[in-house]
């Protein structure tokens, strides 16, 4: 150990770190230093680097060359195992979890501290004593699959911070939460850095970064930029720092009075845990508008997609396609209605991450006449399919028979959304459809939306980014405990009585 | 200061993966070779002695096809499943009542030939994929495990076979106690060959239609989809539950067939010895090929071979033990070299003066 | 071999339990893949003697095959003499299972010595029912030996290998076929049950005994049978109440069944299972006992009566390695069944009931056999008639279960 005393040092400094795959380079001589008590933003595009510098410091991969001093301490993690030793731990954006057991195991899991001799009763109250201390709650006693994403994300984080990380390294976690969740975590890391740890928050949402670090580095393809005090700068600027260049998305409404393509009529639904999460819900959908969804997640917008587009069935109601009741039908029915989906869980339900690019690609289009001849595929037609499609998505892979899960989260997430434009020649539902993407990425998104709904087609946005729902859509549901709380038109939207409506505060919001 | 790291592969290459298969089956017969030089007994005699079994003759040869045949059958039905990330570990039940069935019809009925024996198949395989329906219903509509379901319905097709051959079905003419009579059709040995049953075609016409279905099909693409991710099939419009039963029942029957197949070609009449384990040997093939039909057939024929020898080098006085553990150690070899193929070894000089150099 | 009988130790226990299952014991390493090595390793360790007994006779066929390769492509079959035999036995269990497979081997030791250096033989254990088993006699054949033995009755799977390959001879011990190269023995053991049913009679005072069989066959008949008759030679009221547990060896089953009769009332328990577990627990019962195929006093030391004396097997193997020798062998047309006696009284048993076994046998022999009609099968049919004795070869082909047999139909 290092004579100093810990805490007189710098917390992590990495300097000079390299790292390529494969012939590509990830990173090049990249610096790093984080202070003790600082919130650090790492800041870039997908591809950028910032998971992979992440992954370094904290254990996963090993640089090609490069050092990281840990506290004075120089280190070369074998595995993450010996970071978290010494107090480093990351938080990452796919989740380690183990779907089929409860909060308070998974939080017990591997754990050094965990008792010998458990029972539920000692796992629970554990848990609950970990959560009251860090100001998190989730309930200890469910089971990780019953959680929305957003929850599963809050499980993550207690669980590395039960470890005693002192520096701790959240890769996206806004990606996944709501605002209000959000909001929350950055109470928490406040009060974590507040008490002298570090905490490093990855992200390419401007504002967030802007809210809530003390410094930024920004890293562009596997370089560093500039690390700067947060004091001072500004979203624009940041923003050509991360991608080196400047556009605007295109977001003019013009407003088509198309008729009504989807017609939701006192829908109601559980959830996978057998409760009701949808409950007489009144919704329409017209050609050539895009209606946002707003709300905090879990309030029914996951199975709203899902009854629309056929993974979940009614309890009552009916739901209508261009005139036709596609009530409880059969998922290949309404997508060969014209309804596309592009999932909340895009990688998780949208994609077969083993299976090439190519079988993504068709997924959804195989039994088309273009592509198969009765039981038998047309291999060179599936070939041609899916290079179309990567190429007008804009996918990097380096072929189509690659499997897919080894391209990048954002490459996959153009593949899904892009498939599923193709699909949703009448309706696109997109579920949170710029969750998890940079700058550039989300722009081609909405922009893909758009073109959609300037085609002709209806578009059901759900997101909880309140600012996403607001510049995008024509019209605006809000969602509270499974019922749509109210509509506004565009030019009614206001963004107060929005908010109100999303914690369920009706009365309030619709006060004089 | 030198260390030597695994590090997983990015990407999977299909001919590193046999090579290295390979690779490990030979080093598997080292350490036998190892263990049986301790033993004091000569390596290379045995090893002579198993490949001359195996191809030094041409009933070697027939013997080696034989044996293959129902592992290759039942390595097939396992491989099938196996393509939905479906573990069929009742393929020996599957083939078992297969043969029982096919004897009720095979002792009870002296019609013409070719005639007994499509009912004998027909026959074997529905009673296959019956004795895997239950647990395709509770595996795809309640996500019951398959792997318990169908593992403990071996035992109960064992009893049932025993049951028949010591009971109802006991072959009273003759003096033989453990055994039903025998069947009144068997499959003809190819024309020109002396032993080797018709039935060995079924395999390898088996490996062509699978390895064309996964390849070129619809269907196979679906099966691959719910294998790679069953909510991602749902999601593209796939029944799966549905699929996860009618792909449980095509097991079934591949297994039951070839029970019926080794019944009527090789072993004649039903005792609870007749499976000696096929549909293990099947699953094991299948859990080595790693879902490639073409490692299969490979595989299959290996194993088979390892069998024939083993009981060529029994009757040389080799010890049954013996023989197991060399199996075991070739297996293992295969098994590891399965997942060495997906790492690769990195040395690296680790100086903690100068820090980490490339 | 001597008889020297030690507890079995669980490792031991657990491996010829698996050898009931024999050649697919073989074939399981399919199943057991890569847990071959650990119990192959671990088993091997025990069974070393085993092993080295086989390698030798391994070793000694095939230097002995290539002496004989040029009598064996002269005829064998009509008659010719050899300088060297060389024989192979094929048994369905380990060598030294306690029991029947025991008494084989060691009639093919006792062979291989008397004819001195003149024969060569070797032998393959735990060999099963299953279809491969054709393939290990036919690998046998191949070998070059001159005869084969078979210490249980394989039919089909030996009979074909037979037939294709008629320079060679084939033994198949209780076999029921006969071709010019393929004969069946056995030994008349319906006298020893009949003479140790005498001794049951008398000890047991309800005339309640026991039987734990195997299966439906010949064999159990006449054991069931012989029992019944021989104790109600001295007790008209002699009952044979029998268990078949579908298994020579079974320790679990076995003990099962021996608890079943004795819950029952039985006072003598008599059984065909190569392992003596219903043994212990008759001695400990206090129920007079008795085994079918070797000297076990020491498992029931109080109440051990006796056992069928299997010695037999040596002198006969020797005279077929003779007549194979000499030129002279035939398969005959029908089994040879070799002579049993009952073998050493146990310690308890009182003298008065030595005695009257000892009369019993005179009288046994006077009378030509053991079933003397009139004798009705357990379903009240007539199956002797009246004035009829059955030879002993009638005996082998026994297929009902006199009256007072229970259990067995």
């Known amino acids: 150990m290092n004579a100093e005393a810990p805490g007189a040092q710098n917390a992590v400094e990495a300097s000079g770190i390299t790292k390529s795959f494969g012939g590509a380079l990830a990173l090049d001589g990249v610096d790093l230093t984080l202070a003790w008590g600082e919130v650090h933003a790492l800041l870039g595009e997908n591809g950028a680097g910032k998971t992979t510098l992440s992954n370094i410091i904290a254990g996963i991969y090993r640089a090609d060359a490069g050092r990281v001093v840990v506290d004075g301490v120089e280190h070369q993690f074998r595995n993450p195992a010996q970071a978290i030793a010494a107090g480093i731990g990351m938080v990452h954006q796919h989740f380690r979890l183990v779907a089929p057991m409860s909060v308070a195991e998974n939080l017990h899991l591997g754990s050094p501290q965990t008792p010998r001799l458990v029972t539920e009763k000692i796992l629970v109250a554990r848990a609950r004593a970990l959560m009251d201390e860090l100001g998190l709650h989730v309930d200890p006693t469910a089971k990780i699959w019953q959680l929305s994403v957003g929850e599963q994300q809050r499980v993550e984080i207690l669980r590395v911070l039960s470890r005693g990380a002192r520096v701790l390294i959240l890769d996206e976690p806004t990606a996944v939460l709501t605002a209000q969740e959000a ?56 923003a050509r720092l991360m991608t080196g260049e400047e556009r605007e998305l295109d977001v003019t409404h013009r407003r088509i009075d198309g008729s009504a393509v989807l017609t939701l009529a006192g829908v109601s639904a559980r959830n996978s845990r057998g409760l009701i999460a949808l409950s007489q819900c009144d919704l329409v959908v017209r050609g050539g508008e895009i209606v946002g969804v707003a709300g905090v997640s879990g309030n029914g917008q996951t199975e709203l997609a899902e009854v629309i587009t056929g993974l979940r069935p009614l309890e009552g109601g ?11 039908a059969s998922a290949r029915q309404i997508a060969a209605a014209g309804v596309g989906h592009i999932p909340e869980d895009r990688i998780g339900v949208g994609m077969v991450s083993s299976a090439p690019v190519k079988d993504n690609a068709v997924l959804r289009h195989y039994r088309t ?35 897919a899960g080894q391209m990048s989260g954002g490459n996959q997430q153009r593949l899904v959304a892009h498939r599923e434009a193709l699909v949703g020649r009448r309706l696109l539902i997109a579920a949170h459809p710029t969750r998890g993407l940079d700058v550039l990425a989300t722009q081609e998104v909405q922009s893909a939306l758009i073109a959609r709904r300037d085609d002709g087609a209806g578009v059901l946005l759900i997101s909880d980014d309140l600012d996403e729902v607001l510049l995008m859509s024509d019209r605006i549901a809000v969602m509270y405990e499974g019922r749509i709380m109210g509509m506004f038109d565009r030019g009614d939207a206001d963004r107060a009585r929005i908010g109100l409506l999303m914690g369920g505060h009706a009365e309030e919001a619709f006060a004089p | 200061m030198n260390t030597i790291r695994f590090e997983r592969r990015a990407t999977s290459d299909a001919r590193r993966s046999a090579a290295f298969r390979v690779l490990g089956a030979v080093a598997g017969i080292l350490v036998a070779g190892l263990v049986l030089l301790i033993t004091s007994r000569n390596p290379f005699t045995l090893l002579g002695d198993a490949f001359d079994a195996n191809f030094g003759s041409q009933r070697g040869l027939e013997e080696t096809a034989i044996y293959a045949t129902p592992i290759l059958l039942n390595g097939l039905a396992v491989a099938l499943s196996l393509r939905m990330k479906i573990w069929n570990i009742g393929a020996d039940g599957q083939f078992l009542m297969g043969a029982w069935a096919a004897t009720g019809v095979g002792i009870h009925w002296a019609g013409p030939d070719p005639l007994v024996l499509l009912v004998m198949a027909l026959v074997g395989a529905a009673a296959g994929a019956a004795w895997i329906l239950i647990p395709a219903l509770a595996r795809a509509y309640w996500g019951v495990n398959e792997i318990i379901t169908t593992l403990l319905l071996n035992f109960v097709a064992l009893q049932l076979v025993l049951w028949a051959t010591l009971g109802f079905w006991r072959d009273t003419k003759s003096a033989v106690v453990q055994s039903a009579p025998p069947v009144s059709a068997n499959l003809p040995v190819f024309p020109g060959l002396d032993f080797l049953h018709i039935g060995f075609i079924a395999p390898l016409v088996l490996t062509a239609v699978l390895w064309w279905v996964f390849r070129s099909s619809t269907w196979g693409f679906e099966i691959d989809t719910i294998g790679g991710n069953p909510r991602a099939a749902a999601f593209a419009g796939i029944n799966v539950p549905v699929r996860i039963v009618l792909v449980m029942l095509c097991t079934g029957a591949i297994a039951g067939l070839s029970g019926m197949i080794h019944l009527s070609g090789y072993a004649f009449r039903l005792n609870g010895g007749i499976s000696t384990n096929y549909g293990l040997s099947g699953f094991i093939v299948a859990a080595l090929a790693g879902g490639s039909f073409i490692g299969l057939l490979v595989g299959g024929l290996f194993i088979a071979s390892m069998l024939h020898a083993g009981i060529t080098l029994q009757a040389k006085g080799l010890s049954t033990y013996i023989i197991l553990a060399i199996y075991g150690a070739i297996l293992l070899g295969i098994a590891i070299g399965e997942v060495a193929a997906r790492y690769r070894m990195v040395r690296e000089r680790y100086d903690p003066a100068t820090e980490a150099v490339r | 071999m001597t008889q020297q009988k030690r507890p079995m130790t669980d490792l031991e226990r657990l491996a010829s339990a698996s050898s009931q299952i024999s050649r697919r014991r073989m074939m399981k390493i399919g199943g057991m893949g890569a847990a071959g090595v650990v119990l192959g390793g671990g088993v091997l360790a025990a069974c070393g003697d085993d092993d080295d007994d086989t390698a030798g006779g391994a070793t000694d066929t095939t230097a002995a095959a290539t002496d004989t390769t040029a009598a064996a492509t002269s005829p064998a079959t009509s008659g010719s003499a050899l300088d060297a035999v060389q024989a192979h036995w094929v048994y369905i269990g380990p060598p030294d299972d306690n029991g029947w497979t025991q008494t084989h081997d060691d009639g093919r030791k006792a062979a291989e010595t008397g004819l001195a250096g003149k024969a060569v033989t070797g032998f393959t254990p735990n060999v099963g029912f299953g279809a491969e088993t054709t393939q290990v006699f036919r690998d046998l054949a191949a070998a070059g030996n001159n005869l084969i033995v078979a210490n249980t009755e394989y039919v089909d799977l030996m009979h074909v290998v037979a037939a294709e390959n008629t320079d060679v001879k084939f033994l198949e011990c209780n ?58 030679s001295v007790n008209p009221e002699a009952t044979v109440n029998v268990v078949l547990v579908s298994t020579f060896f079974d320790p679990v089953k076995a003990a099962q069944a021996a608890e ?7 006072e003598f328990l008599f059984g065909v299972m190569d392992e003596p577990t219903f043994l212990q627990i008759a001695e400990e019962a206090g129920v007079w006992t008795g085994y079918w195929n070797l000297d076990f006093r020491s498992a029931a030391p109080t109440k051990y009566v006796n056992n069928f004396d299997l010695s037999a097997w040596g002198p006969y193997y020797t005279q077929q390695l003779q007549a194979v020798l000499d030129g002279t062998w035939t398969a005959g047309t029908e089994a040879t069944l070799l002579e049993c006696p009952l073998g050493a009284w146990g310690d308890e048993v009182p003298q008065d009931v030595q005695d ?9 022999d006077a009378a030509g056999g053991v079933y003397v009609g009139p004798i009705f099968d357990n379903k009240g049919e007539e199956r002797i008639p009246a004035g009829e004795v059955w030879t002993s070869q009638q005996a082998y082909a026994v297929n009902f279960a006199v009256d007072g047999v229970t259990g067995l139909d």
């Open chain 3, 260 to 266: 079943a009769l004795l819950a029952d009332g039985v």
């Open chain 3, 175 to 232: 076999g029921h076929v006969f071709t010019e190269n393929l004969g069946a023995y056995y030994m008349a053991h319906e006298i020893p049950a009949y003479l140790l049913g005498v001794a049951a009679g008398l000890l047991a005072p309800s005339g309640k005994i026991g039987y734990i069989g195997a299966f439906p066959s010949s064999t159990g008949y006449n054991d069931a049978n012989g029992l019944l008759l021989g104790a109600r």
């Open chain 1, 318 to 328: 009916t739901i209508t396609v261009d005139g036709t009741d596609l009530t409880n």
């Open chain 3, 356 to 364: 009257a076994v000892a009369e019993a046998k005179t009288a046994l």
């Open chain 1, 369 to 403: 006449d273009e592509l198969s001849a009765g039981k038998q595929l047309k291999r060179t037609a599936v070939v041609r399919f899916a290079e179309r499609l990567v190429a007008a998505a804009r996918v990097q892979t380096r072929s189509v028979h690659t499997p």
């Open chain 1, 183 to 238: 909001h929350d975590l950055f109470g928490v890391m406040r009060q974590l850095v507040a008490a002298g740890r570090t905490v490093v928050f990855i992200s390419h949402k401007l504002n967030e970064v802007l809210e809530v670090s003390d410094r930024i580095t920004v890293l562009r393809g596997g370089r560093h930029v500039v690390t700067r005090d947060t004091a001072g700068a500004t979203a624009r600027g940041l």
